[in-house]
């Protein structure tokens, strides 16, 4: 667990550890920029644009202030080592980022379940065997919004007794797999009455997709360090596109550059393995299956804390338990917080941490 005291530091040196990453890519661009003058005039080329832009740089270098002003603490780094261990991590999503969205849906979840490599073949039989007996065969598509709707692979020729059978016998068969889930859940409306359109804070994107990429990717690796023992994780994501998977793939590599303002980039080197692979639901991943289900439960209990949501009960038995905040345990991140939650917070605190 992060130490109290060293976690509100790192909280206080946020910005200033944002405005030494400006500071270097500016003296970086004012290299160039010095090169590229240097050659317009032994090419007798105007220098004003030039100039300008030499000079915009100086200024906003000036305004960084003193970089020796405010003392920087080191972010946490990892403390297991690589046991050996091999995971997955599977992603995928509900709901609309967007905060100009106008679906009354209010929540995005970005929803990801880790398994442990020598677990995923047990995993995938199970769920396999599972389809099999209720939807009639192992290759049919489980997506959440047919089982809301009692469509496609929860059709089931039609047959009320075998739908029923079908849904209520989910919740069984996921509570016996061997996965841990995270969800990191925003609700639209208070984010957008907490921050308006910009970003939570100077350490993370502005675009909330990717600030919700953000704060997952730090939960998954801090808890492959704390609570299983080190090892390294890949990441398998539900397609959404090729400009989409793009922007997820150049965060994500992000991370192992300049890390977040809690974790360095090594933490994450430590414990992930860099690139993506992107697969689109007609690849009938077991593990993409079951993220896919994880995150609408989680979305509408955040909306309605009072709620108790279909599939609810048997996600929250698996979200990874640990705390690193104050608020939450590793599973489980809302954005924003506020007292609106904690009622919810106190009722699954024992349920979520008690084995």
């Known amino acids: 667990m992060i130490d109290p005291e060293k976690a509100s530091d790192l909280t206080a040196c946020r910005d200033a550890r944002v405005r030494r990453r400006l500071r270097v890519q500016l003296e970086e661009a004012l290299t ?21 832009a030499i000079k ?11 970089p020796g002003e405010q003392r920087i603490v080191p972010r946490r780094r990892p403390q297991s080592g690589d046991s050996g ?13 967007a905060l100009n969205a106008k679906e009354a849906f209010s929540a995005f979840c970005l929803s990801a379940i880790i398994v442990n490599e020598r677990d995923l073949p047990a995993l995938e039989e199970a769920w396999g065997d599972w389809k099999a007996a209720l939807l009639g065969s192992k290759t049919k598509l489980v997506h959440e919004p047919d089982i809301r709707g009692k ?36 609700e639209r ?13 100077t350490s993370l994107p502005r675009h909330t997709y990717l600030l919700t ?19 390294k ?20 590599a992000r991370l192992f550059l300049d890390g977040t303002a809690y974790l360095s980039p090594h933490f994450f080197r430590s414990v992930l393995q860099p690139g993506l692979v992107f697969l689109g639901k007609s690849e009938n991943s077991a593990g993409l299956q079951l993220a896919d289900l994880q995150a609408r ?19 929250r038995g698996k979200l990874c338990r640990g705390s690193e905040t104050e608020h939450s345990i590793l599973g489980l991140k809302i954005l924003p917080w506020d007292d609106t939650y904690e009622d919810l917070w106190e009722s699954e605190r024992d349920h979520l941490r008690d084995p």
């Open 32 to 52: 160039h920029l010095s090169f590229a003058k240097r050659l317009r005039e032994e090419s007798r080329r105007d220098l004003g644009i030039i100039d300008a």
């Open 56 to 66: 915009q740089s100086q200024d906003e270098l000036s305004a960084l202030g003193d």
């Open 85 to 97: 261990a091999r995971y997955v991590v599977y992603i995928d999503e509900c709901g609309n980022h």
């Open 151 to 186: 469509t496609k692979s929860f059709f089931c020729d039609g047959d009320p007794d075998r739908q029923k059978a079908a849904i209520e016998s989910v919740d069984d068969c996921i509570r016996g797999l061997p996965f841990t889930g995270f969800v990191c859940v925003l």
């Open 189 to 201: 409306q208070r984010f957008l009455a907490r921050f308006g359109k910009d970003s939570v804070d």
């Open 213 to 231: 990429v953000n704060l997952l990717a730090e939960r998954i690796a801090l808890a492959i360090d704390t609570q299983m023992g080190g090892g």
């Open 233 to 252: 994780a890949r990441w398998i994501v539900e397609s959404r596109g090729p400009k989409e998977d793009a922007a997820f793939q150049y965060e994500f």
């Open 297 to 315: 439960p989680a979305a509408e209990k955040v909306m309605r804390p009072e709620s108790t949501p279909p599939r609810w009960d048997v996600f």
